[in-house]
Each structure stands twice: as C-alpha cells, then as structure tokens.
C-alpha cells in the first residue's frame, strides 16, 4: 500500500510543476513581447473542446485542433469497443 500512495504523491507533485513551468512560461513570453503577443488554448473535457484566442484566427485554430482531437478520440473509442 506504501507504493501506491508514492506514487499518487510523485504523480500530483510531477502534474502541479508542469502547470507551474507552463504558467510560468507564459507569463514570461507576455513580459518579452507584450506589444505582439498572441495566445490560444485548448481544454478538452472529456470529448468536448474548449477553446479561446486572442485573436479570431489563433481561435480558429485552437477550435480547428479541438475538433480533430474529439473525432480522433470518438473513432478511437469506437473501434475500442
């Protein structure tokens, strides 16, 4: 049982520096290139996407790949079953 909860620990820990590095990494490209910066982003629940941009085109984009994503995992799920 003690190998299972360190590893539940390693997990989260791994999963919270990863949104921490990417937070990060964010704002120090909104502080070097604040003028022109352009941003996107995907969050997939489950097969749903939601999308947002700072511009139409970067939203555009992001619903382009959230809609390629939910028909990967909608055929993926498919043949699984």
Known sequence: MRASEDFLRVGATVTFVGF?????GIVLTMLQ????TQ???LIM????PIVFGS?????????GL???ITIL??????TKR
Not at 20 to 24: F, P
């Open 66 to 68: 959230g809609l390629l």
């Open 39 to 41: 941003m996107g982003g």
């Open 73 to 78: 995992y909608l055929f993926l799920w498919k």
């Open 45 to 48: 629940l489950g097969p749903i």
């Open 55 to 63: 511009t139409p085109e970067i939203t555009t984009n992001m619903l």
């Open 20 to 24: 921490i590095i990417i937070l990060l």
């Open 33 to 36: 290139h604040p003028a022109n």
